[in-house]
DNA sequence: TTTATAAAGATAGTATTACTATTATTTAAA
DNA sequence: TTTAAATAATAGTAATACTATCTTTATAAA
């Protein structure tokens, strides 16, 4: 497929210091950053250990992200551009406003399953994180700073691109924004309770089968605006 | 009011070392880490900064709590029971479930308002500190552990409760419990939306005026399950 | 081919965090 | 009044979250 080799996802550059993209040392940081956030939790994430796990140094780590926060704001970032582009080519030649929104459900429910590129991220791993790990990019004392720096622009966009769909089908629907930062945030929110808190939630995740987080998103979300 | 005196909240004695209700000291590591907490966030606080509030020390702060993390779980604990007992109480003659239902939604959206005893905890320094820091409870490797040791029976609880309540309304639901976590966890990101990324949301929080959030909420439940 | 320069590595150092341990002092109960 | 429990005071450790400096290596323009 033609987009493989062209497909780059535009990052803010106030995200980080020097862009990884550009060097071997950037895109390893980026690729064993994913494996070991996701493999310690973020809490437990250093520097140190990432710069260890690719034989360089903490100090060559901070030349490209101010900390492990903006690392974590980079790659949710990355995530939801990335989930806007996967939407957009999946639903490109979809014109019943209706239908799409439903695969766009589907896309944000199990967006692995979907992943057309072969960029070098481990879209499992990146998922988990942004199950576990991508509210505390926004849960922190700088989220008011990080917002005006636009770092939450990609998040931002995609809500948008969605809630203009959901007025499309429900043009007098007042709570657009609400219903899908509500339906984006819930996708990951019930995996984890499935995995975790099993109790909080009917829905049931196994061998990546996520038919039934579909179908609660789904229900809720047409519920709502029909 | 006769409850003022005799409501006490029984918390799980796997969260503390030394039960912080029995003591003077164990109160103001409460009552002001609440303060700090919210003041810092949960990231810069730390023990040191909270003895050095309440002029204690360090060492004597770790003979409550093994560390903030269980501290985070205590307060979160002792909220999600503390609302689980004003929906008690406010709809204790209650009889239809549908109005019972309406009156859980408005006391979750806002339970400050709802405050009914005199216990020494603020508050709404609490409830803002479950807006932006109660997922961090849960959204960590100890998950499992912490589960196990039964530190998020108050949440299921409630949980569960107004899960039945649903069921009541709409025996065929089969999303109960999804459907109420997910209200449950959306009614703290839409204020922390709405004070910080806005245009993830167009319920906006004026004067502690939660008037929209009640009727966003109210809605979408209300058509997932009727 | 030299030379500038940028990136990365090596090393060191600081302040703070997240604890643990020990001893002394105060307080409250038997 | 004795005794025990709680707290304070103090010290110490390993890890974290950085910053600084200096050297080496790769790259590419003069």
């Not at 493989?4 to 040392?25: C, G, S, W, Y």
């Not at 551009?81 to 589907?106: C, R, Y």
């Not at 004392?141 to 691109?161: I, P, T």
């Not at 043009?171 to 945030?185: D, I, K, M, Q, R």
């Amino acid at each position: 497929m033609f987009m493989h080799a062209t497909l780059r996802i535009a990052m803010n550059d106030k995200v980080f210091v020097r862009d990884p993209e550009q060097t071997e040392l950037g895109r390893s940081i980026i690729s064993e950053g994913v494996r070991l956030i996701d493999e310690l939790g973020f809490e437990q994430f250093t520097f140190k250990k990432l710069a260890s796990e690719i034989n360089s140094t903490e100090a060559s780590v901070y030349r490209y992200f101010e900390n492990k926060h903006k690392l974590l704001l980079y790659l949710t970032a990355w995530y939801w551009a990335w989930l806007d582009f996967q939407i957009d080519f999946h639903t490109n030649n979809v014109t019943d406003p209706e239908h799409k929104l439903k695969i766009i459900i589907q896309i944000i429910t199990d967006s692995t399953r979907y992943n057309l590129d072969f960029l070098p991220v481990n879209k499992a791993a990146l998922h988990r994180i942004v199950i576990c790990e991508s509210s505390k990019a926004y849960l922190t004392k700088s989220v008011d700073a990080d917002n005006k720096e636009g770092l939450f622009k990609n998040y931002k966009a995609l809500c948008h691109k969605v809630a203009l769909l959901v007025l499309a089908i429900s043009p007098g629907y007042p709570y657009a924004h609400a219903l899908v930062s509500t339906l984006l945030e819930a996708a990951h929110q019930q995996v984890f309770f499935a995995a975790h808190l099993p109790s909080l939630t009917e829905v049931r995740v196994t061998d990546n089968d996520y038919t039934q987080m579909g179908s609660f998103l789904e229900h809720l979300v047409f519920k709502a605006i029909k």
